[in-house]
């Protein structure tokens, strides 16, 4: 069974930086992304890269502040964030999309292999 560990979150100061690693047993021909729930609210999508073509989504609330990317011989994906503010505060997931192959998703539907989450608290 496919198992994805993150590492990387930690506290940062507002306008600060941090990157977080998402790394799996097995990630070839998948789709990954990075999710977040911050307290008292729902998990909501942060980004997703592409199996191999490299394309990329992102939240509106991210573009431009974070970049995903993957290393596909390491089975390891990365979530650069950049001029963090404490509205990310939250409890960051990396996920594999369900089949092997597909288009790019943004629904929480479309994982089914989920890691157990590291926490990135930003102090303002």
């Known amino acids: 069974q496919v198992q994805l560990v993150e590492s990387g979150g930690g506290l940062v100061q507002a306008g600060g930086s941090l990157r977080l690693s998402c790394a799996a047993s097995a990630f070839s021909g998948y789709n990954v992304a990075w999710f977040r729930q911050a307290p008292g609210k729902e998990r909501e999508f942060v980004a997703v890269?592409?199996?191999?073509?490299?394309?990329?989504l992102y939240a509106t609330s991210v573009k431009g502040r974070f970049t995903i990317s993957r290393d596909n011989a390491r089975n390891t994906v990365y979530l650069q964030m950049n001029s963090l503010k404490p509205e990310d505060t939250a409890i960051y997931y990396c996920a594999r999309q369900w089949s092997p192959m597909v288009a790019l998703r943004t629904e929480e539907r479309a994982y089914d292999t989920w890691g157990q989450g590291t926490q990135v608290t930003v102090s303002s």
């Open positions: 890269i592409h199996y191999s073509l490299g394309r990329t």
